[in-house]
Structures are given as structure tokens and as C-alpha cells.
């Protein structure tokens, strides 16, 4: 009998030996990898400080050059989080709160269907549609409210400005949004809804009072998912932007700021050297904005948690 | 404030699915009536239909009249958002909602009533509410304090706070005290005695010695039978009820021989 127990019992610890193994070795080959890549962009953009102008396309030092790109990354990504985020919201509500049954399922469908199309052909769509279909509204913007920075002109004749960009991001950004906010929107406590509704709320107020407080964290990590999914976006930026390195706050205008991912993506074929070294040092800057971004979103979601308790 | 109900021929459904038959009673103003009967008999159901809370439910709905104050609840002009503001609704698990600090919290009807409201008025009525629910003086020192912070029980007096706030007709409780403990409780029957001066209770419980001790009227209700719709076999002054009652199932329900 005791024999059998300690067999039964040691049999135990292995399995439970090999499983905490394989664990840990899974949760290593992360951190790992994430290392790995680290060191590799710092190694590799390292000696792109010593690169002159005529291998980083006429800017005169590696800030130079990274600047205008980190600043067209941000901005074309800003742009896609305004769009999206108030949309993303909203028809996540109407999925969760408000559609009946049947809609609200189909909606829900064709908004992850949205999340498999590739990056490819959003790019294709923003320079063949998107882009010719916005220019009237652009040279609308220069004449009405042209005294807006954002919209001084003069207008692009192609479409292919940041805010065609940002309107593709966003497009792009909008299911994974979408999709964490309409989980955590159906999660809401059923008694705390009741509560408000009890009280006289509409569905609005109710809203308001109940669902929105419950997810806003979640609402937080869905935005800085989507951030994320902008900031990297390489394909669609790359095809619909005409870049010429610049920084403005011109949305409209065919002089647009490139962003990290899209320059590497048009400029890494014909790059040598140094150039190379350029390029992989950009890599690194968006490697850390990714990073310091998801960062701050855990942090955000941590705070809002404990100040639910 | 306190106003009486009467409810006649009231058949409760979800979807087509009757869940309660025929119910006719009238609930008399300023005091407390409390339903009883085994689960699923659609007591919690029939409350719910008083101020309009079953039809939140997909596909349920009601048929018959509940009248209040001459006011049909469910004639098709009356926005069931302006009857909820009027019938004040107490869970069975405390409800604060947990982002808001308890001032907010038992505020949080007024805001919906009048958007804006006065500082000086605002601390009055979180003042009256909270002595009302015989909370204030366990809380006045942490009022910004979260709602979601307090004892069970404490959290449930908050919800009878927050739902005595917009100063409703009648206030409904659906087994208020079925996620407290004994202490807590008597808290809340003490405050359900004081209540009644001021509004007219409709309590549910499936505790029969509550019943017997804050109600003046008590409904028994029961299931025809398995699958049936459930019924109103009995109402009457609660002393009646539970010493000598017209039904013979009320009497084996209140003696434990169940059937």
C-alpha cells in the first residue's frame, strides 16, 4: 500500500517537474527572444551614430534623421486613435448594449471579418479609393477652414496625404478595439446595470452610471492595442503615404512626414552600410515607443483597477 | 408621498412562457407587504413588474393593469423610465456602484432626476438619505470613500439610501437581506419599521420569520403546479396568515409541510 502511494506519488512529481519545465522554458524563449531582438537592434544601430548625411538621406545626424520619422509615426498614429477610438466604442455599445440579438451577432462578425483583411490590401484600397475620394473633401478643408494649421494646404491632388493615412490606420486599428471593448462592455455586472435602470436611468444613463466606470481600463488596454497595431503598421503606410520626410502638422498637404516602419519598408532594399545601420537604429526607436507604450498602459489599467477596490 | 397599488388580472411572461398567472391584489400605502412562496414561484418576477424592471429581460413582458395612484403603469403613453424614478428598487445582493464615492453614490438617482444640482443640496440630501437608511453615522467621516469599501450589510443600507434619495412612492426589496448576516439583518428590519411611516414596502423573502416580523400584509404565493405558472393563492393581514390562514397550502407552507 505504502509502496504504491510513494510510486503514485513520485509519478506525480515528475509529470508536475516536466510541466513547470516546459512552462518555464515557454516563458524563457519569450523573454529571450525579446532580448535577443533588443540587443540586436542596439548592436546593429549602434555605429549608425558615426553615419554623414549621404547615408541618411541628407539629414545631418542620426537624431536628425529619426526625429522626423518618430514624429510622422506618432502623428499618423494619433490621427488613427481619434478616428477610432469614439467609433471602436460606439459600435461595440451598439453590439453589446444596443442592436437586438440577431444584428448585433452579424455586426460583430463582419467587425472581425475587418481584422483578417492583410495590410496589403488596405493599402491598395487607400491609394485606389480612399485616397482619390478624399481629395475634394481636402481642397474643402483649404478653402473653409484652411486657417487651421492642420489643414493650411494646399491640398494634395493625389490623396495620398497622413490624414488618408491615419484614416486607413485607424480603419485597421478599429476591430481589435472594437473586439476587447464589446468583451468587456458584455461583461458588465448585470446587478449594477439593474441598479442604474432601477434608479430611473435611461439606456444612456445607464451606460454611463454602470458600464462605462466597469470598463474603462479595458477601454485603455483595447486603445493602446490598437496604438500598437498603428505605430507597427507598415504595408498600408508605406502605399498610401507620399513621404517626404518633413515635419508638419499639415494634414493635407503632399508633403508628409514618413513614419519608422514605412521608411524601413521602402528604403531597406536599396540601403548599404552604414544606411543599413540607420535604418535598424529607427527599428530600435520604435522597438522602445512600443515598449514605453504598453508600459504605460499596464500602468494605467493597474491604477484604475486599484482605485476600483 | 405614499401611494397604494392595486394590481388586477396580472399575467407576467417571458417570451411565451407564462411565468405568473392572474395575479389581483391590492397593496395598501405606508406599510409592508411582503410576498412569500417557494423559488421559482415568480415572486421576485411579480416585484418586478411593479415599476417595470421585468421587461428589461428580452422578450418579456406583462399583461393585466397595475395601477398606482390612478396612474396605469403599463398604459402605452408612460415612459417606464419616469415609473422607475418613482418606485424606489433594493436588490438582493448590495448593488453601490463600485466606482463612486458613497456621497456619489446615493446621489446618483438626483443627478439623473435634476442635472444640476447645488453643492448646499446635494449635502443635504446625502445627508437625509444616509439618516434615513440609518447609515450616517457610521460613514459621515468617509463619505468620498468608495461605496464598494463597506460590510455587506452597510453596502446594502447605502442601496436603500441611494434609493430613498429621489424621495420614491414605494419602495421595492427583493430579498434585501438574503446576502447578510444576522446582525445586519435586524439593521436592515429596523430600517424597513422606520420606512414604512414614509413609504408604502413591498418586500420578497424567502425568510418566513421576516415576514412575520416587518410585514402588516403577506402574499403566498405558490406554482399550480410542476411547469405551471406560478399563482397568488393567498393574501391577508400577515398576523392571519400565520396563525390561521384561508388556504390550506399556505397553512402547510408556513408549517414546513411543503405540498
Given amino acids: 500500500?505504502?509502496?504504491?502511494?510513494?510510486?503514485?506519488?513520485?509519478?506525480?512529481?515528475?509529470?508536475?517537474?516536466?510541466?513547470?519545465?516546459?512552462?518555464?522554458?515557454?516563458?524563457?524563449?519569450?523573454?529571450?527572444?525579446?532580448?535577443?531582438?533588443?540587443?540586436?537592434?542596439?548592436?546593429?544601430?549602434?555605429?549608425?551614430?558615426?553615419?554623414?548625411?549621404?547615408?541618411?538621406?541628407?539629414?545631418?545626424?542620426?537624431?536628425?534623421?529619426?526625429?522626423?520619422?518618430?514624429?510622422?509615426?506618432?502623428?499618423?498614429?494619433?490621427?488613427?486613435?481619434?478616428?477610432?477610438?469614439?467609433?471602436?466604442?460606439?459600435?461595440?455599445?451598439?453590439?453589446?448594449?444596443?442592436?437586438?440579438?440577431?444584428?448585433?451577432?452579424?455586426?460583430?462578425?463582419?467587425?472581425?471579418?475587418?481584422?483578417?483583411?492583410?495590410?496589403?490590401?488596405?493599402?491598395?484600397?487607400?491609394?485606389?479609393?480612399?485616397?482619390?475620394?478624399?481629395?475634394?473633401?481636402?481642397?474643402?478643408?483649404?478653402?473653409?477652414?484652411?486657417?487651421?494649421?492642420?489643414?493650411?494646404?494646399?491640398?494634395?491632388?493625389?490623396?495620398?496625404?497622413?490624414?488618408?493615412?491615419?484614416?486607413?490606420?485607424?480603419?485597421?486599428?478599429?476591430?481589435?478595439?472594437?473586439?476587447?471593448?464589446?468583451?468587456?462592455?458584455?461583461?458588465?455586472?448585470?446587478?449594477?446595470?439593474?441598479?442604474?435602470?432601477?434608479?430611473?436611468?435611461?439606456?444612456?444613463?445607464?451606460?454611463?452610471?454602470?458600464?462605462?466606470?466597469?470598463?474603462?481600463?479595458?477601454?485603455?488596454?483595447?486603445?493602446?492595442?490598437?496604438?500598437?497595431?498603428?505605430?507597427?503598421?507598415?504595408?498600408?503606410?508605406?502605399?498610401?503615404?507620399?513621404?517626404?520626410?518633413?515635419?508638419?502638422?499639415?494634414?493635407?498637404?503632399?508633403?508628409?512626414?514618413?513614419?519608422?516602419?514605412?521608411?524601413i519598408a521602402l528604403m531597406f532594399p536599396e540601403a548599404t552600410g552604414l544606411g543599413v545601420n540607420a535604418l535598424i537604429a529607427t527599428g530600435l526607436v520604435l522597438f522602445v515607443v512600443t515598449f514605453a507604450v504598453n508600459f504605460t498602459a499596464r500602468a494605467i489599467v493597474a491604477r484604475t483597477e486599484k482605485g476600483n477596490r | 408621498m405614499a401611494k397604494s397599488i392595486d394590481v388586477s388580472d396580472l399575467n407576467i411572461y417571458y417570451g411565451d412562457f407564462l411565468a405568473v398567472e392572474g395575479v389581483s391584489m391590492t397593496i395598501p400605502a405606508r406599510s409592508v407587504t411582503a410576498l412569500i412562496g417557494p423559488s421559482g414561484c415568480g415572486k421576485s418576477t411579480f416585484l418586478r413588474s411593479l415599476n417595470r424592471m421585468h421587461e428589461v429581460i428580452p422578450g418579456a413582458r406583462v399583461d393585466g393593469k397595475v395601477v398606482i395612484d390612478g396612474q396605469e403603469l403599463y398604459a402605452p403613453e408612460v415612459d417606464p423610465v419616469e415609473v422607475r424614478r418613482q418606485i424606489g428598487m433594493v436588490f438582493q445582493r448590495p448593488n453601490p456602484f463600485p466606482t463612486m464615492s458613497i456621497y456619489e453614490n446615493v446621489l446618483a438617482g438626483s443627478r439623473l432626476n435634476a442635472k444640476k444640482l447645488k453643492k448646499h443640496a446635494a449635502d443635504e440630501i446625502v445627508e437625509k438619505s444616509l439618516r434615513g437608511a440609518n447609515l450616517w453615522e457610521e460613514v459621515k467621516d468617509r463619505l468620498d470613500k468608495p461605496g464598494a469599501g463597506l460590510s455587506g450589510g452597510q453596502q446594502q443600507r447605502l442601496c436603500i439610501a441611494r434609493a430613498i434619495a429621489v424621495e420614491p412612492q414605494v419602495l421595492l426589496m427583493d430579498e434585501p437581506c438574503s446576502a447578510l448576516d444576522p446582525i445586519s439583518t435586524s439593521a436592515i428590519e429596523d430600517l424597513i419599521h422606520d420606512l414604512k411611516s414614509d413609504y408604502t414596502i413591498v418586500i420578497v423573502t424567502h425568510n418566513m420569520q421576516q415576514a412575520a416580523r416587518v410585514s402588516e400584509d403577506t402574499a403566498f404565493f405558490n406554482l399550480a403546479g410542476a411547469g405551471k405558472p406560478g399563482r397568488l393563492v393567498e393574501m391577508n393581514a400577515t398576523r392571519k396568515i400565520f396563525s390561521n390562514p384561508d388556504e390550506p397550502s399556505t397553512e402547510a407552507y408556513i408549517s414546513g409541510r411543503f405540498g
Fill in chain 1, 1 to 263: 500500500m505504502t509502496t504504491t502511494a510513494t510510486t503514485g506519488k513520485t509519478r506525480q512529481r515528475k509529470g508536475d517537474l516536466i510541466f513547470s519545465g516546459a512552462t518555464r522554458i515557454a516563458g524563457l524563449t519569450i523573454l529571450l527572444a525579446l532580448a535577443g531582438v533588443a540587443i540586436f537592434l542596439t548592436l546593429e544601430g549602434l555605429p549608425a551614430l558615426e553615419a554623414g548625411p549621404e547615408k541618411l538621406q541628407g539629414a545631418d545626424s542620426i537624431v536628425a534623421y529619426i526625429g522626423p520619422l518618430l514624429f510622422g509615426t506618432l502623428l499618423a498614429s494619433a490621427i488613427a486613435l481619434l478616428i477610432a477610438t469614439p467609433l471602436a466604442v460606439g459600435v461595440a455599445l451598439v453590439i453589446s448594449h444596443y442592436a437586438p440579438r440577431r444584428v448585433s451577432k452579424s455586426l460583430g462578425y463582419a467587425i472581425d471579418l475587418l481584422a483578417a483583411v492583410p495590410s496589403v490590401v488596405y493599402g491598395l484600397w487607400g491609394i485606389g479609393f480612399l485616397g482619390p475620394q478624399l481629395v475634394p473633401v481636402y481642397e474643402w478643408l483649404e478653402q473653409n477652414v484652411g486657417w487651421l494649421p492642420f489643414f493650411a494646404g494646399p491640398a494634395s491632388s493625389t490623396g495620398k496625404t497622413i490624414l488618408t493615412a491615419g484614416i486607413v490606420l485607424a480603419i485597421m486599428a478599429l476591430p481589435i478595439i472594437t473586439a476587447i471593448s464589446r468583451e468587456i462592455f458584455a461583461q458588465t455586472p448585470t446587478l449594477h446595470q439593474e441598479a442604474a435602470l432601477a434608479l430611473g436611468a435611461t439606456r444612456w444613463e445607464m451606460v454611463r452610471l454602470a458600464v462605462f466606470p466597469y470598463a474603462r481600463s479595458g477601454i485603455v488596454s483595447a486603445v493602446m492595442l490598437g496604438l500598437g497595431r498603428a505605430l507597427g503598421e507598415t504595408m498600408a503606410v508605406a502605399m498610401v503615404l507620399s513621404a517626404s520626410g518633413i515635419v508638419t502638422f499639415n494634414l493635407i498637404s503632399s508633403d508628409n512626414p514618413s513614419t519608422i516602419a514605412a521608411n
